[in-house]
């Protein structure tokens, strides 16, 4: 028997769903808001939950976060409107396993229902996942462990990767843990840093070039793709090539092959493709900036990396990774740690990612040598006031109230304070933002550093107007 939770608010659909369910052998619970939706996963343990996308307390999607961290880790089912064009679209996005036009008939439910169970059972009797080698990957929270997944997967075959995720988020670190657990391992790793790739040498820089084929060309001398050959090469910020670059690279990525510059005879390599991007590859593909051939050619294998904000679970092994790695380079004892501390690290967005967290805590360490123990007042002054104006926007959110008069208690659960926390600053960092940028989403993703589609989602969770 599984056990399945129904969050919608529709009471009709709970008696004839519940008559369906009992007729296949399945427990079922129900929520009718995203409130009751947090009090059944606290409660018991799911291995479907199929969520309505729209509750009268909020947006469905809002609650993925806390359904992927659940116990089991259950299979999420997105219910749709049949006036809802962007539903499926948003269903298959955040990860669910599928999606159902409303109204939830029992040939409509049926099907998806028993295939999300077969794929559950089947996911539980494979063989754990080998042990990776995943230097400077820390973490060890449900978003890391999917990805890590993937990576094991990578690994695994030769297919081309795309790494995708906001700046910071350490996607040259999963493309170096690709390789090193490949069997390409003992060749080489190299980086082309596409951002930085000038166009009137790209040819010399990528293939090569004989000697006297221009004039500071006094020897022979191997290209990127050539040094790659047997290993991975790592296109870094592929979004950023240019066209004629995109074409270049196109060519070669097709069948290995390419001419080193003033060469009249042609050279293989036998490359590994992996590529990284804090862009939107398909939005940029639409609008003819980045070519679709090339992108069909990258995203065999796509990994997307959750950004920090959403992974809290990491911070507190994150932070202490990082603080013992600066003690023992600056030759520090180390440092005892608060758990407000913690807090405040949890409490933060970090819109600049692992990065930014890994300069804090040098910063922190240099900044207080001395210090035996760090408490909040250790951390920079810009992080101390958006988590103190967090938590006074908090405040004012009457749902937090309302939450704590229903537990009973003057101060609220801190996962549920944190979380309206973050809403609430995260609201007001976008309406900053919109303000700043005009409503122009392009602009505002160029001034946040996110891409334009997470904008769209972001904006969209909350009802904010935005232009082309």
Known sequence: MAHILLIDDDAILKETFGALMRRLGHGLVWAGSLAEGREALAAGRFDVVLLDLRLPDGY????????????????????????????????IKSGAWDYIQKPLTPNRVTLPLTRALEYRAQKAARRPRAV??????????QAMEACLDLVAQAADSDASVLIGGETGTGKELFARAIHANSSRATNNFVVVDCAALPETLVESVLFGHVKGAFTDADRDRDGLFKLADGGTLFLDEIGELSQGIQKTFLRVLQDGRFRPVGSKNELQSDFRLVAATNRDLSVMAASGVFREDLLYRLRTIVITLPPLRERVEDIKPLALHYMNRFCERYRLPTKGVTEEFFQALGAYTWPGNVRELSSTMERVVLAHRGEPMLYPKHLPDEIRIQVLNAGAACETVPAVREAAARAGHAVPPWKEYRRRALDAAEEAYLRDLLAACGGNVVRGAKLSGLSPSRLYDLFRKYNLPTRA
């Open 60 to 91: 469905g999607l809002d609650l993925l976060p806390e359904l992927r961290a659940a116990p089991g880790s259950p299979e999420i089912i997105i219910v749709t409107a049949q006036d809802d064009p962007e539903g499926a679209a948003l269903a």
């Open 132 to 141: 990776l080698k995943r230097e400077g990957i820390i973490g060890t929270g």
